[in-house]
Antibody, heavy 116, light 115 residues
Framework: QVRLQQWGAGLLKPSETLSLTCAVFGGPFSGYYWTWIRQPPGKGLEWIGEINHSGSTNYNPSLKSRVTMSVDTSKNQFSLKLKSVTAADTAVYYCARDFEGVVGLWGQGTLVTVSP | QAVLTQPSSLSASPGASASLTCTLRSDFNVSSYRIYWYQQKPGSPPQFLLKYKSDSDNQQGSGVPSRFSGSKDASANAGILFISGLQSEDEADYYC?????????FGGGTKLTVL
């Protein structure tokens, strides 16, 4: 059974860099786009971007200047970095798997809080 | 103006039907897009329900009851998630999504209350 497990720092100060990693267990890494989506507390979902096993990326234009995604195919892992965070970046961050536009597998979510 | 607009809330009675709309901004023609629908319950990540472009181009999520169906209203430039025979377990937030080129856009979500 394929599952995603994600981790990273949950408390950041303004201007720091958010860093999250997601590992894929029990299934193939290639053939999918690996996605990051976030959800501020009590609010809606926002697509951050995606990356495939070859490192090809697509980013949300509104976040593109601050986002970097990467993959480590030797470990079946993918990562998100978001620089210069502010309080507006406080959210639950989900890693997920996208196949042909359908996000059908999600990580457990990580709450990242940005506070002075 | 947001690309996808959903009513913030909707209430309906058990056993009734509900139509959740997802209106595309006027520069996005609904006929050109697949509309993806997700359900999210408190404390859990969203779950894929279905995608709909046309009656011949649509897909139900694995295990999703046939009570959930998709359609479009071209005159309103909107995608519709129709839920029949509402059950208490359908109470959740519902999000529509489109892909515009290589980027994905979420609607703001509709909170469906079944009471």
């Amino acid at each position: 059974q394929v599952r995603l497990q994600q981790w990273g720092a949950g408390l950041l100060k303004p201007s720091e860099t958010l860093s999250l990693t997601c590992a894929v267990f029990g299934g193939p890494f290639s053939g999918y786009y690996w996605t990051w989506i976030r959800q501020p507390p009590g609010k809606g979902l926002e697509w951050i971007g995606e990356i495939n096993h070859s490192g090809s990326t697509n980013y949300n234009p509104s976040l593109k200047s601050r986002v970097t995604m990467s993959v480590d195919t030797s470990k079946n892992q993918f990562s998100l970095k978001l620089k210069s965070v502010t309080a507006a970046d406080t959210a639950v961050y989900y890693c997920a798997r996208d196949f042909e536009g359908v996000v059908g597998l999600w990580g457990q979510g990580t709450l990242v809080t940005v506070s002075p | 103006q947001a690309v996808l607009t959903q009513p913030s809330s909707l209430s309906a009675s058990p056993g009734a039907s509900a139509s959740l709309t997802c209106t595309l901004r006027s520069d996005f023609n609904v006929s050109s897009y697949r509309i993806y629908w997700y359900q999210q319950k408190p404390g859990s990540p969203p779950q894929f329900l279905l995608k709909y472009k046309s009656d011949s181009d649509n897909q139900q999520g694995s295990g999703v009851p046939s009570r959930f169906s998709g359609s479009k209203d071209a005159s309103a430039n909107a995608g519709i998630l129709f839920i029949s025979g509402l059950q208490s377990e359908d109470e959740a937030d519902y999000y529509c999504v489109i892909w515009h080129g290589s980027t994905s856009v979420f609607g703001g979500g509709t909170k469906l209350t079944v009471l």
